[in-house]
């Protein structure tokens, strides 16, 4: 299969991309970094992604952006921060996305577990998975030649415990490996309209 992995050079990125690499064709992007740069906050850096990598038979996004802020403090600018790169970035990734996957391809989102658990200082963040988990469940009804849709919803995961565990006290972080068959369910598997949830019933 040929599959893009866009933010395939972050912290669970790179572990699924390494994975994926070793029985199928995977080109990596990334705003700095990767085979081929794209920003998914902008609906014309996607088109260009898109247009130069060409058709594949999955996409997989493992990146967007959301502000972490006390929800007092947030502005609205600082919520659009979320709406444009996780939300409408990963929206925007299969609308234009749909021109460039082939029959029975899929979309891969990514989402996390504040949608279902959030913390404090989450409600950007939280709000933006639960908005995308309603999107694929929806948009899965419409996909048209067997292309598939899922969104994968991890905790944290260890290799991210140092910078982030002081948010989620308590939490089980959630193994590389069981955080990477999340994604491989969705590629490889047959579901479709699927929230892939990676944590414990926290
Ligand atoms: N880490 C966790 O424990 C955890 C748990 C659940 C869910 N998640 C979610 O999973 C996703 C990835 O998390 P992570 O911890 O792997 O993040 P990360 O280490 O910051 O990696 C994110 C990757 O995405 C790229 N990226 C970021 N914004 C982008 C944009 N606007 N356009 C294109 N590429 C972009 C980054 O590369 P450049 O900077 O070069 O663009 C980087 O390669 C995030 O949405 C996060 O909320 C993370």
């Given at each position: 299969m040929k599959i893009l992995i866009i933010g395939g050079n972050g912290t669970i990125g790179k572990k699924v991309s390494k994975h994926f690499?070793?029985?199928?064709?995977?080109?990596?992007?990334?705003?700095?970094?990767?085979?081929?740069?794209?920003?998914?906050?902008?609906?014309?850096?996607?088109?260009?992604?898109?247009?130069?990598?060409?058709?594949?038979?999955?996409?997989?996004?493992?990146?967007?952006?959301?502000?972490?802020?006390?929800?007092?403090?947030?502005?609205?600018?600082?919520?659009?921060?979320?709406?444009?790169?996780?939300?409408?970035?990963?929206?925007n990734l299969v609308g234009i996305g749909l021109n460039y996957v082939h029959a029975g391809g899929s979309f891969t989102l990514t989402t996390g577990i504040l949608a279902d658990h959030p913390v404090d200082m989450t409600t950007s963040p939280a709000m933006v998975n639960g908005a995308?988990?309603?999107?694929?469940?929806?948009?899965?009804?419409?996909?048209?030649?067997?292309?598939?849709?899922?969104?994968?919803?991890?905790?944290?995961?260890?290799?991210?415990?140092?910078?982030?565990?002081?948010?989620?006290?308590?939490?089980?972080?959630?193994?590389?490996?069981k955080v990477i068959n999340g994604y491989v369910k969705s590629v490889e598997g047959k579901d479709t309209g699927e929230i892939i949830r990676m944590y414990d019933n926290c």
């Open positions: 690499a070793k029985k199928h064709e995977v080109t990596i992007a990334g705003r700095s970094s990767g085979d081929v740069t794209v920003d998914i906050a902008d609906r014309e850096s996607i088109a260009a992604m898109f247009e130069s990598v060409g058709k594949v038979d999955a996409v997989v996004c493992i990146a967007g952006e959301a502000k972490w802020a006390s929800f007092d403090s947030m502005t609205e600018e600082d919520f659009y921060i979320g709406l444009k790169s996780k939300l409408m970035g990963q929206v995308i988990h309603s999107f694929v469940k929806a948009v899965s009804l419409e996909l048209k030649n067997g292309v598939r849709i899922n969104v994968v919803s991890s905790g944290l995961v260890e290799d991210s415990v140092t910078k982030y565990e002081d948010y989620f006290p308590g939490h089980n972080p959630i193994p590389m490996r």
